[in-house]
């Protein structure tokens, strides 16, 4: 049975633009500073009327970069041949460096149903509760050779406060990537305005993006992303294989700047944990 888009509450959208396609969108790393200087967004604010999509993609490229700290909590939705699988992210994240998300399944209850991850920049620690399992090491170091004068494509963004990769957090706080490499790559435009999490919000949509897994690689995948209006940050992803939903992930909760208090980012391995490394 088709899994419909009234498993969400439903909300008023306001479609105010025609469907326009995009040309190739390669900014992602091109940053607005010079090396050495405070970054700062080149796009401060949207105005009121839409933006194009060149205009949307930089000022979400820079999205981090509004905020000094962040709580977010993500509820990703999965259908597939196993049902309805529930997966929730709680992000807490403060410039620069100070990041954590904490992954968890509400179907399994609470005790030992979590995974974390714990960076202060330097060091990434992460443990998992169901397994008793944790690690301790290095933050990885990045690709050497990246500032050189290479095409738009070939180069990586680097974010100011670094979350957990190729993960929704990742994504929805850093999406310069997924724009130049995914949304970009398939025939994208923005088709309306939204409100997630009570937060005004514009929706982009993508056909048939090129650069995705192959799982997904049909005439008639199709990913639609709302971009909240004052940030530039995802709040919410909904993908979709032949008019069905396969994937639904939501910002339920979303605190820019938000008071975050020093045992935040701090963690001790429980007793009886085995460390990998």
């Given at each position: 049975?088709?899994?419909?888009?009234?498993?969400?509450?439903?909300?008023?959208?306001?479609?105010?633009?025609?469907?326009?396609?995009?040309?190739?969108?390669?900014?992602?790393?091109?940053?607005?500073?010079?090396?050495?200087e405070?970054?700062?967004?080149?796009?401060?604010?949207?105005?009121?009327?839409?933006?194009?999509l060149?205009?949307?993609?930089?000022?979400?490229?820079?999205?981090?970069?509004?905020?000094?700290?962040?709580?977010?909590?993500?509820?990703?939705?999965?259908?597939?041949?196993?049902?309805?699988?529930?997966?929730?992210?709680?992000?807490?994240?403060?410039?620069?460096?100070?990041?954590?998300?904490?992954t968890?399944?509400?179907?399994?209850?609470?005790?030992?149903?979590?995974?974390?991850?714990?960076?202060?920049?330097?060091?990434?620690?992460?443990?998992?509760?169901?397994?008793?399992?944790?690690?301790?090491?290095?933050?990885?170091?990045?690709?050497?050779?990246?500032?050189?004068?290479?095409?738009?494509t070939?180069?990586?963004?680097?974010?100011?406060?670094?979350?957990?990769?190729?993960?929704l957090?990742?994504?929805f706080?850093?999406?310069?990537?997924?724009?130049?490499?995914?949304?970009?790559?398939?025939?994208?435009?923005?088709?309306?305005?939204?409100?997630?999490?009570g937060?005004?919000?514009?929706?982009?949509?993508?056909?048939?993006?090129r650069?995705i897994?192959?799982?997904?690689?049909?005439?008639?995948?199709?990913?639609?992303?709302?971009?909240?209006?004052?940030?530039?940050?995802?709040?919410?992803?909904?993908?979709?294989?032949?008019?069905?939903?396969?994937?639904?992930a939501?910002?339920?909760?979303?605190?820019?700047d938000?008071?975050?208090?020093?045992?935040?980012?701090?963690?001790?391995?429980?007793?009886?944990?085995?460390?990998?490394?």
């Open positions: 049975m088709a899994v419909q888009a009234a498993a969400r509450p439903a909300v008023e959208r306001r479609y105010t633009q025609p469907m326009t396609e995009t040309r190739l969108w390669d900014r992602a790393a091109t940053l607005p500073v010079a090396a050495g405070r970054r700062r967004p080149e796009i401060v604010a949207l105005a009121t009327e839409l933006p194009s060149e205009q949307l993609f930089t000022f979400m490229r820079d999205a981090e970069l509004r905020f000094a700290s962040l709580r977010m909590r993500i509820e990703e939705r999965a259908f597939g041949s196993r049902g309805e699988q529930i997966v929730a992210l709680d992000v807490a994240l403060r410039h620069v460096g100070a990041a954590r998300v904490t968890s399944e509400p179907s399994r209850g609470t005790a030992g149903n979590y995974e974390v991850w714990i960076s202060d920049g330097e060091t990434v620690r992460t443990y998992s509760g169901p397994h008793r399992l944790g690690t301790q090491r290095p933050v990885r170091s990045r690709v050497r050779g990246l500032a050189r004068d290479f095409p738009g070939s180069r990586v963004y680097e974010p100011l406060t670094a979350l957990p990769a190729e993960t957090p990742e994504t706080v850093h999406p310069a990537g997924y724009c130049q490499n995914v949304l970009a790559s398939g025939k994208c435009w923005i088709s309306g305005t939204d409100v997630v999490a937060r005004e919000a514009i929706v982009v949509e993508c056909d048939h993006p650069v897994e192959m799982a997904a690689d049909r005439p008639d995948f199709h990913i639609q992303i709302s971009v909240d209006r004052a940030d530039g940050t995802i709040l919410r992803l909904v993908e979709s294989i032949g008019g069905d939903i396969t994937r639904d939501l910002v339920t909760a979303y605190q820019p938000a008071s975050l208090p020093a045992a935040t980012f701090e963690f001790e391995f429980p007793a009886g944990t085995t460390m990998l490394y």
